[in-house]
Every structure is written in C-alpha cells, then in structure tokens.
C-alpha cells in the first residue's frame, strides 16, 4: 500500500496515531487515493471530529474535490455528521 492510500486508510478508520506516524514520516497530507479523495474526505465522510480537527490544524486543503467533483465537506453532509459539518465550514472562511 503506498503512502497516500495509508493515510487514507488511517483516516477511515480514525487513527490518529498512524497519522501522525505518517506525517513524521513526510507523507503528503494532501495527497489522493485512486478516487482523487484525500484523508479529509474520508475523515470527513466517517465524521471523525478528531481526525479533521488534526487536519485542519496541519492546514490541508480544505475543499479538495475528488472525481465525483465532491468535497470533504459534501462528504461529512451526506453522512449527517453535522459536527464534522460544523467543524468544516468554520474553516472554509480562514
């Protein structure tokens, strides 16, 4: 599994631990699985507060758009994770 798609994996399923490992590691907290979606979306998507909150902290690109043209936001909509929601939009003005 390359470095994208372990952060993307991490992400899923809220392991802020291997997230970290990635990032002292110097994996691209931006970069894109198959589908063009970031760890954000798949955070995002899970409504893993804990793990967006993280990202954002590291300041990724908040409204990457996978190939479907969707953004984590629209991902975190989708699944009703309103904090998630919350947490984004209060990002997407800074």
């Known amino acids: 599994m390359n470095d994208a798609m372990s952060l993307c994996w991490a992400a899923y399923q809220g392991d802020l631990n291997e997230i970290r490992r990635l990032?002292?590691?110097?994996?691209?907290?931006?970069?894109?699985?198959?589908?063009?979606?970031t760890c954000l979306h798949l955070a995002a998507a899970e409504g893993k507060v804990d793990v967006v909150r993280f990202l954002l902290?590291?300041?990724v690109n908040i409204t990457p758009q996978d190939r479907w043209k969707n953004t984590p936001?629209?991902?975190?909509?989708r699944s009703d994770h309103t904090d998630t929601v919350s947490l984004l939009q209060s990002h997407l003005g800074s």
């Open 57 to 59: 902290a590291k300041k």
């Open 23 to 37: 990032v002292a590691k110097g994996v691209d907290l931006n970069g894109e699985d198959y589908d063009g979606r």
């Open 73 to 77: 936001i629209e991902e975190a909509k």
